[in-house]
């Protein structure tokens, strides 16, 4: 029998009822597969089987429900009903899992007697990090499967878990031979012969909680969680399972879900997840990426360090050229002990980092690149020396071989220019450490071609990575706002503000660091060899705070010198007597008397000056679109994601108050600004605003 045009079909084998899951392309668990789902169980339920097996068609399980369906009133049957049925059914109900099962998808696995997975496949709870809790049971029964400590962190963290670590915490009962159909289905009908009774997970004992380790896992999580109300109420519903009988808290449980997912993070956070899939997409792009089998790399500082770190995972072999012996084994140590670090911390067993060690060869020889299919410079921001390196690679790769650049702010088009291959030319910023931080730029040239875009898009996906496609600007989307929400950081502390206020009113509203105390963790420098590179061309009129160049004269670079807009002892931040004299000297120069600012105050300027860049930057098509700017921000730079991202977070206030902030900041910069060009790019997102306030009542509410 099928149900809902064949979404959910329910087959005999061998006395067992075997329902399968087709929705294309993940089998989200929409309205017509709930529907389905029910039927399917319904009929089930009155034949003679020894158990029915649940699994999905194609390359998942139930990779989640339709998100969309989160900001309006959900149609029945809900998801608890299916579950119900699934408990409700005299025989044994054993999920097949395998891709992914995750939210309700996962919830409803929870719902079955067994539980069997593909070896490959993974399982998880992500509603927390999209504003919400699980709706359907994930909190009541993973706790009595985990206990609440372990069920406390794969719930509040969202973590994906892999099916053997699945079977160890018992959130498994075992692993198939391979996610073939037939091997599905057979292990799930072993598991049920085994098990040839009903066993719901709502009727077990939570298992004994150790107070202490309850107490560490609920601290991390509020930390991670920046004790967001959602994260709050699903430690309480985990913590519930332990006192209190599993159809009570499923009650609780459900009324959470039901408020969180019509609050504005919820909203945000959908907006965001929308946003990041939208980001990996480029608008009208046609073209097979080439393939990626040997990555190079030019230059073993830092970032060229990192870059190999996060290359490495991907099971790639590198081949990492440094200018002399010396600097080539230093930078192979390094990447050695980075690895023995991560082995030492059980982030990566010993196998997996002899393996990847296996996969990087250090060497001071260009002509070792001639093999490469992608080589990447990450070599000393300067663009004479960028360009005289890529003059020599054009020498030296193959036909076809993509050649990418590293930087964080020079003109791509003007390195393109000096190699005979500029169609093969693209820009992949990496953010540092390159290896832990999510987000990359791929910054596409005047003239990249399809094949190299397509190409670089895949090896983001191919590494992990959050890409977001930009154009050549200086500082192209990131740091070109974020040096404007620097520069305005700067203004403020000139004009009255400490930077300690500056950066206590940049992390009340959510940042994870003000900017002061992110310059001091980068390196002042950084900053002051960019402002040294363009003095020759600056504005003469333009507003220029001079404060950031004196802390460099001083030797004041940051944490790495013990002193930048803080003084640092033993790695600690606390103010800076030496810097208060500094700002007040450069006050003197300027004959400027200190003024007072609330943190209403430096939150708007700072807002305003991002929104003002942000506003130009999609104008003049550096960005494609609002939720890419949202998304770098937000992955690149500490801009807080419950917010959704700045455009979303400011789509969100009024007209008049977004006119205000603009028009503050450019009088602080002497740039008159009206705020009519950052209301019209926020004009679509209102709209979008508009239309799920319709939707929340199910589109009875005028608006």
């Known amino acids: 029998m099928t149900r809902d045009e064949d979404v959910v079909r329910l087959e005999i084998s061998d006395g067992f009822g075997i329902v399968t899951v087709d929705n294309p392309p993940v089998n989200a668990g929409s309205t017509a597969v709930r529907a389905g789902l029910l039927a399917c169980l319904f009929e089930a339920a009155n034949l003679d089987l020894k158990g029915t097996v649940i699994l999905g068609a194609g390359r998942s399980f139930i990779a989640g429900s339709d998100i969309r369906e989160f900001g309006a009133p959900l149609e029945a049957p809900e998801l608890p009903q299916v579950i119900d049925a699934v408990e409700d059914s005299p025989h044994p109900v054993c999920a097949a899992i395998h891709g992914a099962a995750l939210g309700g998808g996962f919830e409803l696995a929870l719902g079955c007697d067994l539980r069997i997975a593909a070896p490959n496949a993974v399982v998880g709870l992500p509603e927390v990090t999209l504003g919400m809790v699980p709706g359907a049971g994930g909190t009541q029964r993973l706790p009595r499967l985990t206990g609440v400590a372990t069920a406390l962190s794969l719930i509040c963290s969202g973590r994906r878990v892999r099916a053997p670590e699945a079977l160890e915490l018992g959130v498994v009962d075992a692993l198939a031979a391979s996610a073939e159909a037939t091997d599905l289905i057979i292990a799930a009908k072993?598991?049920?012969?085994?098990?040839?009774?009903?066993?719901?997970?709502?009727?077990?004992?939570?298992?004994?909680?150790?107070?202490?380790?309850?107490?560490?896992?609920?601290?991390?999580?509020?930390?991670?969680?920046?004790?967001?109300?959602?994260?709050?109420?699903?430690?309480?519903?985990?913590?519930?399972?332990?006192?209190?009988?599993?159809?009570?808290?499923?009650?609780?449980?459900?009324?959470?879900?039901?408020?969180?997912?019509?609050?504005?993070?919820?909203?945000?956070?959908?907006?965001?997840?929308?946003?990041?899939?939208?980001?990996?997409?480029?608008?009208?792009?046609?073209?097979?990426?080439?393939?990626?089998?040997?990555?190079?790399?030019?230059?073993?500082?830092?970032?060229?360090?990192?870059?190999?770190?996060?290359?490495?995972?991907?099971?790639?072999?590198?081949?990492?050229?440094?200018?002399?012996?010396?600097?080539?084994?230093?930078?192979?140590?390094?990447?050695?002990?980075?690895?023995?670090?991560?082995?030492?911390?059980?982030?990566?067993?010993?196998?997996?980092?002899?393996?990847?060690?296996?996969?990087l060869t250090a060497s001071t020889e260009l002509s070792d690149l001639a093999g490469c299919d992608l080589v990447i410079e990450a070599v000393f921001e300067d663009i004479t020396v960028k360009k005289e390196l890529f003059a020599a690679l054009d020498t030296v790769l193959k036909p076809g071989a993509i050649l990418a650049t590293n930087t964080s702010y020079l003109d791509i088009n003007d390195m393109a220019a000096s190699t005979t291959r500029a169609t093969d030319v693209v820009g992949l910023h990496f953010f540092s450490p390159a290896d832990i931080m999510n987000l990359l730029e791929v910054v596409r040239t005047t003239d990249s071609s399809d094949r190299t875009l397509a190409t670089a898009m895949g090896f983001a996906k191919a590494l992990g990575k959050q890409p977001v496609v930009a154009r050549v600007s200086e500082g192209f989307i990131g740091n070109r706002i974020y040096a404007a929400y620097r520069r305005h950081a700067e203004f403020l502390i000139e004009e009255g503000a400490s930077p300690q206020e500056v950066d206590t009113a940049a992390t009340d509203f959510g940042f994870a660091m003000g900017p002061c105390a992110v310059g001091d963790m980068s390196g002042l420098d950084i900053a002051w060899a960019m402002r040294t590179r363009q003095a020759a061309t600056r504005d003469p009129t333009a507003r220029y705070v001079d404060i950031p160049d004196r802390l460099c004269e001083a030797g004041r670079f940051g944490r790495k010198t013990g002193g930048g807009w803080y003084d640092y002892d033993g790695g600690k931040r606390k103010p800076s007597d030496t810097v208060a004299c500094i700002i007040a000297d450069a006050r003197a120069a300027k004959g400027v008397t200190p003024r007072t600012f609330t943190a209403q105050d430096i939150q708007d300027r700072l807002l305003g000056a991002i929104l003002t860049e942000a506003a130009q930057v999609l104008s003049e098509g550096i960005a494609q679109r609002a939720g890419?700017?949202?998304?770098?921000?937000?992955?690149?730079?500490?801009?807080?994601?419950?917010?959704?991202?700045?455009?979303?977070?400011?789509?969100?206030?009024?007209?008049?108050?977004?006119?205000?902030?603009?028009?503050?900041?450019?009088?602080?910069?002497?740039?008159?600004?009206?705020?009519?060009?950052?209301?019209?790019?926020?004009?679509p997102l209102r709209a979008e605003r508009q239309e799920i306030e319709r939707k929340k009542t199910g589109g009875n509410r005028p608006v």
């Open 190 to 359: 072993d598991a049920i012969l085994a098990v040839p009774t009903k066993r719901r997970v709502r009727d077990m004992n939570v298992p004994y909680a150790d107070d202490d380790a309850v107490a560490q896992a609920e601290a991390v999580a509020l930390k991670r969680g920046k004790s967001r109300p959602n994260v709050e109420k699903a430690i309480a519903l985990v913590k519930l399972s332990a006192t209190t009988p599993a159809a009570q808290g499923l009650i609780q449980e459900r009324a959470a879900f039901q408020s969180l997912r019509l609050e504005e993070d919820a909203f945000a956070l959908r907006h965001l997840f929308f946003a990041e899939r939208a980001a990996m997409r480029i608008d009208g792009l046609d073209a097979t990426p080439a393939k990626i089998e040997t990555v190079g790399i030019v230059g073993g500082g830092t970032m060229g360090q990192g870059i190999c770190r996060a290359v490495l995972p991907a099971g790639l072999p590198v081949t990492l050229i440094e200018r002399n012996v010396s600097a080539r084994d230093t930078a192979a140590h390094a990447i050695k002990s980075a690895l023995e670090g991560s082995v030492a911390k059980g982030r990566l067993s010993a196998e997996a980092a002899v393996l990847q060690q296996s996969f």
């Open 628 to 683: 890419d700017i949202d998304v770098t921000l937000v992955h690149g730079y500490g801009f807080p994601r419950w917010t959704g991202g700045p455009l979303w977070w400011a789509s969100g206030q009024s007209a008049d108050r977004v006119e205000q902030m603009v028009v503050a900041v450019g009088k602080a910069a002497g740039t008159p600004n009206d705020g009519a060009l950052v209301n019209t790019i926020l004009a």
